[in-house]
């Protein structure tokens, strides 16, 4: 299975709202990302989770907290959110943050803040 | 420091032409160079890396991509374009860390028929 998986594949969400987006691999892999991307731009990091522990927060808002519950899950928990953070958002994984290997991307989650 | 630049927001050729996207890069230690291509609505898929164990790299769907230190360049080629090879194309580097992937700004590849 070389797959990443992400729910939902789209999200509306209204700036009060409380939201999670969901992201699961079965890779073994010991890296997980998360990026968000914006309309004809490239991926900008936000966090990635190394053996399940943070290891990079590239200076996101709170209203972004993510969570990495085991090696295999990773979830971006959404409060508060900003019209302005409407974008697709992918979760990628690695076989190790400490080597340059390729990621593996998902599909991406399309969200909407209303 | 790390940094990609691909020259070229937009590419057109012709099915059955030659593909050529450019790819320059920086950085302060040997680096590692990543191809990845996103088709509409969908994530990002590898096409191939550079890890310097050989400077002409193959990859999938038929593209390759040369490593040359003296140019800094990492240029992505297909010697016949397809219709389904149109999509959005971004060249990425690691180097210091190897977690952090610099991406690129990406091309649009348009193929026309």
């Known amino acids: 299975d070389t797959e990443v998986t992400q729910t939902p594949k789209h999200l509306v969400m209204g700036m009060t709202n409380k939201k999670s987006l969901k992201c699961e691999q079965h890779?073994?892999?010991?890296?997980m990302y998360w990026y968000k991307q914006k309309a004809k731009k490239p991926p900008e990091l936000m966090f990635v989770y190394s053996y399940e522990k943070l290891s990079i927060n590239e200076s996101v808002p709170s209203r972004f907290s993510p969570e990495c519950p085991n090696s295999s899950l990773l979830n971006l928990h959404l409060h508060a959110l900003q019209p302005e953070d409407s974008a697709l958002y992918l979760c990628?994984?690695?076989?190790?943050?400490?080597?340059?290997?390729?990621?593996?991307f998902g599909p991406g989650t399309r969200l909407t803040v209303l | 420091a790390q940094s990609v630049t691909q020259l070229g927001s937009h590419v057109s050729v012709s099915e059955g032409a030659l593909v050529l996207l450019r790819c320059n890069y920086s950085?302060?230690?040997?680096?590692?160079l990543f191809w990845y291509v996103q088709y509409p609505n969908q994530g990002l898929q590898l096409l191939l890396k550079y890890t310097s164990a050989a400077t002409l790299v193959k990859g999938i769907n038929g593209f390759e991509a040369e490593f040359k230190k003296s140019e800094t360049s990492f240029h992505l080629t297909k010697p016949s374009a397809h219709m389904s090879d149109a999509a959005e194309y971004f060249c990425?580097?690691?180097?210091?860390?190897?977690?952090?992937?610099?991406f690129g700004d990406g091309t649009t590849l348009t193929v026309k028929p």
């Open positions: 950085s302060s230690v040997p680096p590692y």
């Open positions: 990425a580097v690691s180097g210091t860390n190897a977690g952090k992937s610099t």
């Open positions: 990628a994984s690695s076989q190790d943050e400490r080597k340059h290997n390729e990621q593996f």
């Open positions: 890779m073994g892999h010991r890296a």
